[in-house]
């Protein structure tokens, strides 16, 4: 059975450091993964989504990594800014219908 | 592209009352998704639907859960019988094919 984590569950930093997210899977057979963004009361809004066949994919100040065989993703946030705070959400799909598989996401705190 | 739409964003509701959901996904994305989301969690999968059919439902929904998708346009999730367990918040999401999914802004029930 598939399992996601994310790690840490919360994290706070002064405005202008890079963020490093971590997320975790236990079956390395997934179909895609993705991270996603959530504000407080909302719902969930699309920030990347790597194909298992890539490594990579950058979008402005974000740049996430997939490394399948370890299990693992890295979600980058460069020069950090008070609008990014937020719950981030990882997700994996493991097949083509794309029924996803969350993690508890990482809550980020960006001080001024 | 209006995104995904969900009605009502807010239920409040006695136990034991029955209370329906609807989603209008984005226009021509033949796939929609059911998930649940609790409190510090991520959303959990319930059900989802390639144009009318519904294809897998989750173990998480038990028989007080129903949804539908009539000719493959808006989707509804009924809860019968409610439980303050079910006190959640309930999203929606759409896609065409292999695309990012697209989150509707969540209906959040509080069943007291």
């Known amino acids: 059975k598939q399992e996601v984590t994310q790690i840490p569950a919360a994290l706070s930093v002064p405005e202008g450091e890079n963020l490093v997210l971590n997320c975790s899977f236990t079956?390395?057979?997934?179909?895609?993964l993705q991270w996603f963004r959530q504000d407080p009361g909302k719902g969930l809004t699309s920030l990347l989504l790597?194909?298992?066949?890539?490594r990579e994919q950058t979008s402005g100040r974000l740049n996430a990594s997939l490394d399948k065989s370890s299990g693992r993703s890295t979600l980058y946030i460069a020069a950090s800014q008070p609008g990014d705070s937020a719950t981030y959400l990882c997700?994996?799909?493991?097949?083509?219908?794309?029924?996803?598989?969350f993690g508890a996401g990482t809550q980020v705190v960006v001080t001024p | 592209d209006t995104g995904v739409s969900q009605n009502p964003r807010h239920k409040i509701t006695k136990r034991g009352q029955n209370v329906t959901f609807r989603c209008d996904p984005i226009?021509?994305?033949?796939?929609l998704y059911w998930y649940r989301q609790t409190l510090g969690q991520g959303p959990e999968f319930l059900t989802y639907f390639q144009n009318e059919a519904q294809l897998e439902k989750s173990r998480l929904l038990s028989d007080r859960f129903s949804a539908e998708r009539p000719k493959g346009s808006f989707s509804t999730l009924e809860i019968q019988r409610t439980e303050q367990g079910d006190s959640a918040m309930y999203l929606c999401?759409?896609?065409?094919?292999?695309?990012?999914?697209?989150f509707g802004p969540g209906t959040r029930l509080t069943v007291l």
């Open positions: 790597i194909q298992s066949s890539q």
């Open positions: 226009s021509e994305h033949n796939r």
């Open positions: 997700a994996v799909s493991t097949d083509s219908w794309g029924k996803l598989q």
């Open positions: 079956d390395s057979a997934i179909y895609n």
């Open positions: 999401a759409s896609l065409r094919t292999t695309d990012t999914q697209y």
